[in-house]
Each structure stands twice: as C-alpha cells, then as structure tokens.
T-cell receptor
C-alpha cells in the first residue's frame, strides 16, 4: 500500500545544530508540504513543492530549507536549530492533475509526524 | 489571506451525546476538507465537500457545506470515545490552489 513516512519520529538536539527531517512518500504525488503544529496555532505551512526541483516558501519559512531532487522525498533542514523551533512537524502530499493543474480538492495525506525538541 | 475559523475550540461531552462543530470563513472555497487527528498521529482525511448545500454522511458523522460555500459543519450523532480527537477543516487557496489553509481545529473529548 502507498504511504508517507517520516523519520526520525522523535529528535532532541541542541541550539545551533543543523537538523534534517526526512519525508518519503510512495503515492507518486507531485505536491509535498511541510507543516509545524504548535498549541494554539494549528498547522502552519513551512515550505512546499509542486514537483522535482520546485520549492516554495510558506508562511513560517525563516530558519528552514527544503530540496526536491526526486518525486518521493522532501527533506526539511533546520539550518541552525533554535528553541522556538521546538514543535511537531508533519509532512503531507497531494496529487496534481495531468498538465500540472491543481486538483481543486487538494486532499492531503499526512505522515505520522516528528516531534523535535531543541534544548 | 483566506482564513478558516473553527468553533468551538474545545468540546467535552459524554458518550451518546450529539454535537456539532463549525468551520466558517468570509471567503468562498471551491471545496472544503475535514480531517481528524488522533493524539500522536498525523491528520487523516475524512471527507471533501464540493457543492454548495451538499450533505455527506460517514456512519455517524454528517458533513454539510454551506450554500454559499463559505462555511461547513460536522455533526456527530451518539458520540463514542473513539471519536475523540482534533477535527480540522481545510480548503484550497483561491490564488494558489495547490496548497491549503487550515483552521485551528476543534478538540473533542468523548467521555465513557
């Protein structure tokens, strides 16, 4: 069965370290997204990609970067981890229609999340 | 920015009770999705509503899309402890339909 996985599931790191969170999907979806979820803020979009070599900034992109070298993976990198980046991170994917047209439904499939603690 | 406001933010009820949660916006959406998120897991898609006035049923859950496609509701009949979770509504941005905006969610607790 197709799925979307994230690793690690839990991570503790120190302020200033570089951290990379992995996201891998086997849905063959063109669209992939990274969100963070904090109490009182719901899901906030960090970065997203509509295909290989395409990346875009979301509403809370400062301090984060992504790269898309293949369809299946969208790793999220925290360049220099800060305590404010302690959060739960979710990766998601959705399909796009032929020709690059977006499905107006934009139904997203989420990974299980990574809980990141920055000390 | 298109915003989705969900209410109530928290809801705690006894098993067997009925409840309704709401998702409202001042903007028109081409569709709205409802997700349920259980503790320690990612959100899972429940349903998509597309047509104004549309009603969809998923067992004891009834979803309605407003006639003007600006709001939606989720009604649960005879709630069970297994319904406990965070309910999120989401919809595509009009100007960038490849991504969605999410409401902050309703946290539902159903006590046995």
């Amino acid at each position: 069965d197709a799925e979307i996985t994230q690793s690690p599931r839990h991570k503790i790191t120190e302020t200033g370290r570089q951290v990379t969170l992995a996201c891998h999907q086997t849905w063959n979806h063109n669209n992939m997204f990274w969100y963070r979820q904090d109490l009182g803020h719901g899901l906030r979009l960090i970065h997203y990609s509509y295909g290989v070599q395409d990346t875009n900034k979301g509403e809370v992109s400062d301090g984060y970067s992504v790269s898309r070298s293949n369809t299946e993976d969208l790793p999220l990198t925290l360049e220099s981890a800060a305590s404010s980046q302690t959060s739960v991170y979710f990766c998601a994917s959705s399909r796009s229609l032929a020709g690059g047209t977006y499905s107006s439904y934009n139904e997203q499939f989420f990974g299980p999340g990574t809980r990141l603690t920055v000390l | 920015t298109q915003l989705l406001e969900q209410s109530p933010q928290f809801l705690s009820i006894q098993e067997g009770e009925n409840l309704t949660v709401y998702c409202n916006s001042s903007s028109v959406f081409s569709s709205l999705q409802w997700y349920r998120q259980e503790p320690g897991e990612g959100p899972v898609l429940l349903v998509t509503v597309v047509t104004g006035g549309e009603v969809k049923k998923l067992k004891r859950l009834t979803f309605q899309f407003g006639d003007a496609r600006k709001d939606s509701s989720l009604h649960i009949t005879a709630a069970q402890p297994g319904d406990t979770g965070l309910y999120l509504c989401a919809g595509p941005y009009n100007t960038n339909a490849g991504k969605s905006t999410f409401g902050d969610g309703t946290t539902l607790t159903v006590k046995p």
